[in-house]
């Protein structure tokens, strides 16, 4: 005798069939979706604590920005150059970003009015939250690339949802400056910005959220499937962006929530793209020997970015910052630079980790082009 399934039975199975999870929904959950929720959730229920934390103390800076903000920028490497196919397919394009880089950066610092590069500092900071805005909304874009055909239709209000939920909150922080935090130094956003653009971005907010939730809750009356990961994904950016930058005014609270919800997820995907082209038996899919060795194990993998990420960090702080010489011991016989003219070539070098890896993110996860090899 068949038997059938009760219809609830029904619902729930059609849910959990074909959910487009990047590995598992164990394993993308934990290290792509969760961070957003953790850091929220912990800002929220320890709320006294960053509130009268008001500078990162060294620990915390230690551990979130040079082991994660920084050290995520390095696993770009075995995306590109550590990567054989790419290099050999991309080789002037990997060669030309970083020079390029490097060259637009030294100019925009020189041409900086009182020498203190502010120009340099304000291009960083918008690319910067471009490039994460536009993570988000590729991790978005992987966890549509199952939908319906009816989920299809709705793709520009989905995209649309998930830029507003980044973006509003990028334009209260515009214009309720100062903050007691700064994206990369004080004053690398620009001040002019009226009050009345961020009211009105979440007058839109709020419309076009309340369509996306709308067309979500039709989609599942139509077809009995609900897209879990995009959902997960756009409720944990909205939530994340909200907390830590118009929630609570705090340093630490921003950083949390903003690095840790970036970083961890981005070395996971490199993490993950490598298992899915070590699977593959053509030898030029595979890394180059350097790439074999650090994504052979996961402590290797993350000591050899947390490595680079403290040489570049005891570089800043020997020549430049001079903040935390009590961990970066060695750096401190380095001469502190102030002249203005070795300054503009040296700190757009320095940066050159973070404005290269911005730019080559650009090209390296495409998700449309399958068969091409900067594809996801």
Known sequence: MTQTLPSTAKESATIWQNQAWLASAKWDSLFIIAPAFITSILVICFRPFFENSSNLPLWAWVVLVMMVDV?????????????????????????????????????????????????????????AVFHFIRQQYGFMALYSRKDSE????????????????????????????????????????????????????????????????????????????????????????????????????????????????HGIPYMALIWLYHGATSAKKDANQKPSLVGQIFLSYVPAFVMFLVLLAFLEEGLWDGFIWREHLAFFGPFGALPAINDPAILSILIPFLALPQSTHYVLDGFIWRVKERDNVWSA
Not at 76 to 81: A, E, K, S, V
Not at 93 to 122: E, H, M, Q, T
Not at 212 to 237: C, D, H, M
Request: hydrophobic share 50%; charged share 10%; with cysteine.
């Open 150 to 261: 009816p989920a299809r239709k709705f793709r520009l209000l989905d995209g649309c949802t998930l830029y507003l939920a980044t973006i509003y909150p990028v334009l209260y922080w515009h214009t309720h400056l100062p903050r007691n935090f700064n994206w990369f130094v004080a004053g690398d956003f620009a001040t002019s910005l009226p009050e009345i653009a961020s009211q009105a971005a979440f007058c839109i907010y709020a419309a076009v959220a309340g369509c996306y939730v709308l067309k979500e809750i039709w989609l599942y009356s139509q077809t009995k499937f609900f897209n879990i990961p995009r959902n997960l994904l756009i409720a944990g950016t909205a939530l994340s962006w909200w907390v830590g930058i118009i929630s609570i005014n705090s340093d630490m609270a921003f950083t949390l929530t903003n690095v840790v919800s």
């Open 71 to 127: 050290a995520h920028v390095y696993a770009t490497l075995f995306r590109t150059y550590l990567d054989k196919r790419a290099f050999q397919r991309n080789k002037s394009l990997l060669i030309a970003i970083p020079l390029a880089c490097w060259a637009v950066g030294a100019l925009l610092y020189s041409v900086s009015k009182g020498g203190d590069g502010n120009l340099f500092w304000r291009t960083l900071a918008y690319l």
